[in-house]
């Protein structure tokens, strides 16, 4: 269901007749948004990306182009996914059940990965479910996220690591030694508290 003619929808793209589209948003060649999938307003769904069965994204998310978002995945507002990033949903994959008969939906209970609000994954990360990327936090390209990531964290690596603290506009913090950061973008300040990140007075 499109929201309105604000909606742009290429024609080489697959978008399911209960799939709700919000304003301004657009879905690009080759992208499929599957069943009962929300996308809210202003989102972009780049080249080849697929949008699982009921997945909700919030408004301004973009996802990049051949990005595999799987059910039951939720994205809040302003959520980055960059290309070919992996949400997956299955904690223990398999193709066959033990007596060798092919798995059905009814044999497994998909599990998703949850975004918060700002966060961005960098290009061919993997987020595997069920885990939480905390609002503003930055998956760098690559890594592969196992374990929930705190706000505001910048992880890398396989498995992803905290090596850092970013911002809202996204740039690396620059401590204070004191334990407070500085966004070197806005001077807003932040103050570390046993492993989590707030702003400062918040």
Not at 60 to 87: H, S, T, W
Not at 98 to 116: A, F, N
């Amino acid at each position: 269901m499109v929201n309105s003619s604000a909606v742009r929808i290429v024609d080489s793209a697959d978008v399911a007749d209960s799939a709700v589209i919000g304003d301004g948003s657009s879905i690009w060649h080759l992208a499929q948004v599957r069943e009962s999938a929300h996308l809210g307003r202003n989102c972009i769904v780049g080249r080849g990306a697929y949008i699982g069965t009921g997945v909700v994204m919030g408004d301004n998310c973009k996802v990049q182009n051949y990005a595999l978002v799987y059910e039951p995945a939720r994205l809040a507002d302003g959520v980055f996914i960059g290309p070919a990033v992996v949400l997956t949903n299955d904690t223990y994959p398999r193709a066959i059940n033990p007596d060798g008969s092919l798995k059905s939906t009814s044999d497994w209970e998909p599990v998703g990965v949850t975004i918060e609000r700002g966060a961005s994954i960098g290009a061919r990360a993997t987020c595997v479910a069920p885990v939480t990327i905390g609002e503003w936090s930055t998956v760098a390209a690559g890594a592969v996220v196992v374990k929930d990531v705190p706000a505001y964290a910048l992880v890398a690596g396989v498995p992803a690591r905290r090596i850092g603290w970013v911002g809202e506009a996204g740039l690396p913090l620059q401590s204070n030694g004191d334990g407070t950061w500085i966004c070197p973008a806005s001077g807003t300040r932040y103050v570390e508290t046993d492993g989590t990140l707030a702003k400062e007075n918040a």
